[in-house]
């Protein structure tokens, strides 16, 4: 029987948002939820964001309010228009979609949303194919901020297939989007091809990956507070180039590495990483020295690496 422990999770007298899709997931999280709702006098409500790309948009969207009113629940709808502007079309809405939910929760709200085993699995993966450092293959956190409020993510333990049985058992209607199951995108291939066929192999391997996320993730803490305990005064927006030099690269990139993830700006590639070094470490750099990268889905604004006056200057692209 799916469960999760709410008390560990949540601030049960504040208020909780639920993401509702109408899909699978979010369904099954929604009924999960409203179970508790009187155990617990939750202040409960959903919340579903039209992108308005589908031509089902408005079905999905008709589909939602049927089922809140069912559970005698409130749901504030979202319709937006996803504009690209350089991104992905799956980049541009998670990020108007986020943007969304800032404006929506207020101090001490929560967000509770669907993400599950198989989806760290499939994150991990796909970074795994595209060089991702240890960072990137921590997997996501069970809690973070959004806006004024916090995200929360109470079915990162649960896999697929116990959702998928939950939602049998009580027979909960949900939508089926037919593009998921498209392989041309690099997710889908991973999901409907590639992890069927590991798990032909290797039993429970969305479990398998994502413990084995999750252990990377803790010491990926452990070695960044190390990390910042020795070096926090050099990690920053202005790095001094002489102090840099004198560490071996690999420390030295670490450094350059944290201070650009201090900024929200997207990591370097190795091959850009090897380009910094080869730049600021390995010569003496000129006064137009300069590293620039972007990431390719655009999730992440890109960096811009500069020297000034003996240091590294470090801005968003």
Known sequence: MLKINLENH???????????????DSSALLYLISDLRDRYELNLEAIHINHN???????WEEHCKSICETLNLPITIRSIQVETSGDGLESAARKQRYKEFENILEEGDQLLMAHHADDVAETFLLRLFRGTGSDGLGGPQLKRSVGKGTLVRPLLDCSKKELLDFIKLRDIKFIEDLSNFEVNQDRNFVRNSLMPLIGERWNNVSSRISNTSKLLQERNKIFSQLFFSKYKHLIGTKILIKELKQLDSSTAIDIIRYSIKEEGIAYPNKKVSEEIIKVFLLSNPGPNAEVSWSRADMDQPGGRLYKKDGHIVILKK
């Open 53 to 59: 790309i589908s031509d089902d948009s408005k079905k």
């Open 10 to 24: 949540l601030n049960l007298d504040n208020k909780i948002y639920i993401a509702f899709s109408g899909g699978s």
